[in-house]
């Protein structure tokens, strides 16, 4: 399928992949910049790059490929659905879960248990992420909203966007936090050397800010609130291993001994609200501590 453009003078100078970003809203700007660097993206029918900027009378030429079938098998999967109407669905997703397929794991995902329970998730993000708006971790549990229909899926990426989406989580972390509460603001991006991981102030960092209190302090642990402001990925484990008190049980940012037996990170996405796609009304929603994370409090306090 290919769209053509042909940018007005305002555009003019500005680059290719914001102006197509600003045209497209649907695709994601690095997705423009992967259609871009595989030449699916034309400027006056000769291959162009992501930074160049627009002239007048150029013609931009975009074929987008064709939607590939979904490959993505449905499976019998117990999930806890909080909400589900025909534009959208609420789940408690648990530890352990991955959100979504990726190369070498195709199966088992929250993905595929939707794919069986609903059948219409928004095509949006592709053969494998269908109705995935946001993600957590896989060890992180707690509340998901998952689009169904395409309309929802813009609308709710686009709350995220501004920043208008309520996300509390609830963590424990290691030490003993001496203040009420604090807010943590600085910029996040993808470590230099291990790709797999986050960091703070590298290069092509984003701003990121947390705001969290605390609830209860214990000897060795402090159980706090944390709420985004920002969503970069591992947001909240990135900046509470920044201020020297990382989550428990944390793998990548956290080199304690994990003594309360946690099988991943302490964080748990408690409430999402949002304002429903469709109606306008805000909506909000909460996922109660898991046993496993309420025993090990209950422990703490004995």
Do not use: W
């Amino acid at each position: 399928m290919k769209k053509i453009f042909i940018p007005e003078q305002d555009n003019f100078d500005k680059r290719i992949d914001l102006f197509l970003s600003s045209m497209l809203p649907e695709m994601s700007r690095s997705q423009i910049q992967k259609l871009i660097n595989e030449g699916s993206v034309k400027v006056n029918n000769d291959n162009t790059k992501a930074n160049y900027k627009l002239k007048d009378m150029d013609e931009i030429i975009l074929s987008l490929p064709e939607p590939k079938p979904l490959d993505v098998e449905p499976e019998k999967i117990d999930i806890e659905i909080l909400y589900e109407d025909s534009h959208l669905v609420v789940v408690n997703k648990p530890q352990g879960m991955v959100v979504h397929p990726a190369p070498g794991n195709y199966s088992g995902t929250l993905v595929n248990a939707l794919l069986d329970h609903c059948k219409d998730l928004s095509g949006i993000n592709g053969v494998l992420r269908p109705g995935i708006v946001h993600r957590i971790d896989k060890d992180t549990s707690g509340v998901l909203v998952v689009a169904k229909s395409d309309k929802a899926h813009l609308n709710l990426a686009a709350q995220i966007k501004e920043h208008s989406v309520n996300r509390v989580y609830k963590a424990l972390v290691y030490g003993n936090i001496n203040r009420p509460a604090g807010i943590i603001k600085t910029t996040i991006g993808r470590h230099p050397v291990d790709r797999k991981r986050m960091a703070v102030g590298v290069k092509n960092a984003k701003v990121a800010e947390t705001h969290f209190r605390v609830l209860e302090n214990f000897k060795d642990y402090t159980f706090i609130e944390a709420k985004l402001r920002t969503g970069r990925t591992h947001q909240i484990r990135v900046h509470m291993s920044y201020i020297k008190h990382p989550v428990v049980g944390d793998p990548k940012y956290s080199k304690a001994k994990n003594n309360l037996g946690f099988k991943g990170q302490a964080l748990h996405a408690e409430t999402l609200g949002f304002l429903h796609p469709d109606h306008n009304n805000y909506m909000e929603f909460k996922a109660p501590l898991p046993d496993y994370f309420q025993k090990a409090l209950n422990i703490l306090r004995t």
